[in-house]
């Protein structure tokens, strides 16, 4: 189900093992693949059919897992707001792609990478509508899953990383299927935290490990020219002076401001982008909710990020 052209042989491999792993994000039932259609060795469109007679598409490479709205079990206004949120987001991703978490040069997103250690079989969860640079590129990954709802079915990136779209509530993965779970920042997107951490608690392996990037509880307030050196450390435009960068970063930024601040927050929202904040000491107390443990903990990262690491207790 990848995108970039690989041999049969390859492709065989690759959808035994993709496929092998999903269920329907609903019901948890088998899935299987019909009506498909291959070219130069991989699915360029096809059917997933459940056991429940629920049908998930395979278009230009992109497999959508996404639930339907009729088995949504989440307050409907709630949803709405949700959704409202989406597509606040898809705009400041489309407008201001070199500020989101897919620029290769963010020290931070590479930071994140070795934070999490990626190996076996991996799940990024909410990696947005690009491919999230941080799983591309591991030796020790055999299998690698982006998911996000805002994955377009024309995306055209050339990757090595399988993409879906999905969401963290309703996760069409077997049990105990990975290795590693990542969150990059996108935890506190989700609609119903505590329902996601159980559905990554179950898809985890006993031994795998789950990385979250989240904020600190207290939120430092530093000045304007504190914040553009910070951020000009986490993305390099080019090699231009420092000066350069923080003019260039600025400039960006305030224009990225000026049209978040036009964009309306939904009813039930906390901003144009969250429905509610989740710092660290509440995630850390619905992880042990959940009967997960702590192992590892590094920040601040920038001003006021934190990257935890998780287990099942």
Known sequence: MRLVLISIIQIRVLLK???GILVDPVSKSSL???DNRIRDGHIIDGVLVSESGNEYIIQN?????????????????????????QDNGEIVYAKFPELNCAVKTRNDMNEFKKFCSFH????????????????????????????????SFNNNLLSDVDLFRGIGEF????????????????????????????EVRRILKKDGTMCFWINDDIPAKPSIVKRAINKAKRTIFSKKSSKEIITTQLQ???EQKAIVQKMEIPEGAEDQFHLKHIRNSEFDSLCRSVKLKQIEKIGPITINDLFVKYQKA
Not at 71 to 84: G, R, T
Not at 138 to 147: D, Q, S
Not at 178 to 190: C, N, R
């Open 252 to 254: 960006r930024e305030n």
């Open 120 to 151: 076996g079989v991996v799940l990024d969860v909410g990696c947005g509508p690009r491919m999230p640079i941080y799983l591309e590129n591991n030796k020790n990954v055999r299998l690698a899953i982006g998911m996000d709802p805002l994955i």
């Open 32 to 34: 299987k693949l019909a």
């Open 17 to 19: 093992e993709t496929l």
């Open 171 to 198: 996760l069409p993965f077997k049990d105990e299927t990975f290795d590693v779970i990542s969150f990059a920042t996108s935890f506190d997107h989700m609609i119903e935290p505590i329902t996601v951490l159980k």
């Open 61 to 85: 490479g992109i497999v959508d897992l996404m639930p339907k709205r009729s088995d949504i079990s989440i307050d409907k206004k709630l949803l709405a707001a949700w959704d409202k949120l």
